[in-house]
């Protein structure tokens, strides 16, 4: 149980730690403990309600979990069938939609193990091969 509350923690702040100079940085062991152990407050209804109130940053957002059991925090729009893919230049994974012979850019995401260069060795350790993307 300890390891979904600490990748729920993960998944609901990003795995980000907030923002420096050169960008987002990665969350620390400490900082994922805290939100953990704010996590489980909320699953035991221990916080009062202008505390859950700061899960806004959820809105428009949607908890999801890959085939593999990843979980990911993605757009609304996103549904089942859509693609979670690494673009070249982009920091975060996206969710890209089937459509006729393209593709439609449904929004970005964050899925707990594929952050900060962790998607690509984990795509080619899976024998994805590297895709070119048509993307409207």
Known sequence: MEEIIESLARTIIAGSGGTQSSGT??????HVKGV???FKAVLD???AAHERASLSHLVNRRLFKTRDGKLGLGPQAMRPGDSITALRGSDLPVILRPYEQEFRFIGFSYVNGLMYGETVPALQ????EERVFIVR
């Open 25 to 30: 940085k990665k969350a620390t062991p400490e």
């Open 36 to 38: 953990a152990a704010w």
């Open 45 to 47: 209804h221990d916080l």
């Open 125 to 128: 350790a899976a024998g994805v």
